[in-house]
């Protein structure tokens, strides 16, 4: 291994530090300017000049045309980034490349998506629109620099799917493409990250990442490396890192990485016995099981949490004198007791996690996807075991951990797409340095989004989504229902089985045909009920005569906190100019006005809506807008505090030169 490309391997690009005051101000204006509209036409006249490189190549033969992608491979490979001058006729000839080793040709839309891409925007693309294809073009420009270029998306089924989809088109391109999944052991995973594109998701990603800086320490610096191996020859500390350090990322599905998970640390960690810890939950859950809400403790569903009341206070006093020295400190006490009224009373099986194997499996809120290497810190994970009757596991000592915020900052060439990312243009950029360019669809969208049904109780709202799913189902019209959680889909299928109504389910119970009962959704007739999970990835294409019908109907059973994940969902109707429709159903019961809005006010709606007038509806709908917004301002501030987090321990532990923390 040459000096230079050891040096790669843990050299990290520093964080630009977040903008405060006049200066954040400044910087939010060079964002706006980064995305006006005067940029988005550059692009499209840049891939206007693509197109005009077309005929160049299109009469080329297989041999000739591969023989023009090497030479430009080899230009970029010495420009390096200022391959600017051969970019339009590059991409030309990758294009046609494309349309002979998939099938499928780039539109002009895609063209401008890779460009955008390639000079490190996040490119909003509606569904339906062929991003996938839309990385892959700029995948292998990045690729052709033989600096390490990861794609990022969302689970190891995509992963898997996308590398062998266009692993044509990169062998012919003459580039070399791997993937990382999670059941990959760390020699495959070295050969895998070796190649110039590498398909991972984000969990793998930072684990490696992880794992590479406990194993290499203090000689992360590759200075002391060096100096290592001259006084130490055979100590070889580099056959142990499977990465070769973070030069290029393009993330798919970004809005929901780089924000929804944003938060979310990912933990390196080893298990430590515990008795001490695991008598203490499950006494905490015998002496929590007699407590009742609004007599001994008051719930905050907002900020999810629990306070104890006067009397709950002297109950649990009253109860801790017989029981040994751990329980005589008010303090420890009260955190054991708080930490079990936390797990009855907001974590619920099928909500937040699932039981399998008598285990506790995490389920992600975002993509309802099961979580099985994951655990809650601090205790939680022990006490919900011990509401659900299982055995309690050992708790472990983290080893490492890093925020994906904070990773994904580390890179020096980072792009992404999503279909949903004007709300968060701002964070985007003020977080990532990355400008968000709307690219407009490559045939005009005609979904119907029809006003959203609302409903004073959720026994209304589910009843009257059945009837809305027989009446639908009765035209022929495929339907696809989204849920927040495995406990509603798994309800709504058993009351459309009671009206002789079978339905595909989806969720982190049933998950095995992810991919395969999406893809089916457009079918005639056909139901399917999803979680969160509803088909990022995967195209919903129409069967035959469902366009003359309506299209695909969406029906949301809950707004979610993020006005983005709804988009999404309702965006899997209506792709590439195909007729569809959507609609909400939402009720004064439902979790985000639970969170969002205070008692008086749920009160207030629920009264409105039991009345069922037009001003009535309208006054609803308001005050589901004001919760969503209270929502996404909460979870804004949640990650501002995260990024302070980070900025603290760059500061303070100096990552760069020591293992993360």
Same mark, same amino acid.
């Given at each position: ?79 390096? +980034?200022? &391959? ?10 990758? +294009? ?81 493409? &791997? ?93 430590? &016995? ?275 019908? &309506? ?7 809950? +707004? ?83 990024? +302070? ?17």
């Amino acid at each position: 291994m040459t000096p230079t490309v050891d040096h790669r391997r843990t050299t990290l690009r520093e964080p630009e530090r977040v903008l405060t005051g006049a200066d954040a101000l400044v910087h939010r204006a060079m964002g706006a300017w980064r995305r006006r509209r005067t940029v988005l036409r550059q692009l499209q006249a840049r891939a206007e000049a693509v197109e005009g490189f077309a005929a160049e190549f299109a009469h080329l033969t297989d041999p000739r045309l591969h023989e023009r992608l090497i030479e430009f491979r080899e230009r970029f490979r010495r420009a390096g +980034r200022d &391959g600017e001058r051969w970019l339009c006729p590059a991409l030309a000839a990758v +294009r046609e490349a494309a349309h002979r080793q998939t099938g499928m040709r780039p539109f002009p839309v895609q063209l401008t998506g890779a460009l955008a891409l390639y000079d490190g925007c996040l490119a909003e693309m509606a569904t339906g629109e062929g991003k996938t294809l839309t990385a892959s073009l700029t995948a292998v420009l990045w690729g052709w620099t033989r600096h390490p270029c990861h794609i990022i998306t969302v689970n190891d089924y995509l992963v898997a799917r996308d590398a062998k989809w266009f692993a044509p088109l990169y062998h012919f391109c003459g580039v070399r493409v &791997g993937q990382v999944t999670a059941q990959m052991p760390p020699e495959e995973r070295r050969r895998n990250y070796a190649c110039d594109i590498t398909y991972t998701t984000s969990k793998e990603v930072v684990a490696d990442f992880l794992r590479d800086a406990l194993h290499t320490g203090s000689l992360r610096d590759p200075t002391r490396r060096l100096i290592r191996r001259m006084l130490r020859p055979s100590a070889g500390v580099e056959e142990g890192v499977v990465m070769r350090g973070l030069h290029g990322a393009i993330v798919d599905e970004a809005d929901s990485i780089l924000i929804d998970e944003a938060v979310t640390p990912l933990i390196i960690s080893t298990m430590r &016995g515990n008795e001490t810890l695991r008598d203490a939950v499950l006494t905490a859950q015998e002496i929590v099981e007699p407590f009742q809400p609004g007599v001994d403790y008051e719930i905050n569903h907002r900020y999810r949490e629990i306070e104890l009341t006067e009397t709950g206070r002297n109950r649990l006093e009253a109860r801790c004198q017989r029981l040994p020295g751990l329980w005589q400190g008010p303090l420890r006490r009260f955190e054991l007791v708080r930490q079990a009224l936390v797990a009855r009373e907001f974590y619920r099986n099928g909500s937040q996690y699932i039981l399998h194997d008598d285990r506790v499996v995490i389920v992600d809120e975002f993509t309802g996807r099961q979580m099985p290497q994951r655990t809650w810190r601090a205790g939680l994970h022990q006490a919900i075991e011990a509401k659900e009757r299982l055995p309690v596991t050992d708790p472990t000592d983290t080893l490492a951990r890093l925020s994906f915020q904070r990773f994904f900052r580390l890179y020096r060439r980072l792009a992404g797409m999503t279909g949903t990312a004007r709300e968060a243009a701002s964070e985007l950029w003020h977080i990532y340095r990355l400008p968000v360019l709307a690219i407009p669809p490559n045939k005009p969208c005609l979904r119907v989004q029809h006003p959203d049904r609302l409903f004073a109780t959720a026994e209304a709202k589910w009843t009257a989504i059945t009837d809305h799913v027989a009446e639908l189902h009765a035209t022929g019209r495929p339907l696809l229902i989204g849920t927040r959680s495995v406990a509603a889909s798994e309800m709504l299928a058993g009351r459309l089985a009671e009206r002789g109504l079978t339905c595909s389910v989806l969720n982190a119970v049933r998950h095995a045909e992810e991919a395969t009962v999406v893809a089916m959704a457009g079918e005639p007739g056909r139901i399917t009920i999803a979680t969160n999970m509803a088909g990022r990835g995967t195209d919903i294409k129409l069967g035959r005569g469902v366009a003359a019908l &309506g299209g695909l109907h969406v029906i949301a059973t809950e +707004r979610h906190e993020s006005g983005r994940v709804d988009r999404q969902l309702f965006g899997r109707a209506a792709r590439q100019g195909d007729p569809g429709s959507a609609q909400a159903f939402v009720s004064a019961e439902d979790e985000l006005l639970q969170r969002y809005l205070h008692r008086q006010g749920r009160r207030w709606v629920e009264t409105v809506l039991r009345r069922d007038t037009a001003a009535g509806r309208r006054l609803g709908g308001i005050a589901f807008r004001l919760a969503q917004r209270s929502a996404q301002r909460a979870a804004f501030k949640m990650r501002g505090k995260v990024l +302070r987090m980070d900025d603290w321990l760059d500061e303070s532990l100096s990552f760069a030169g020591t293992a993360p923390a």
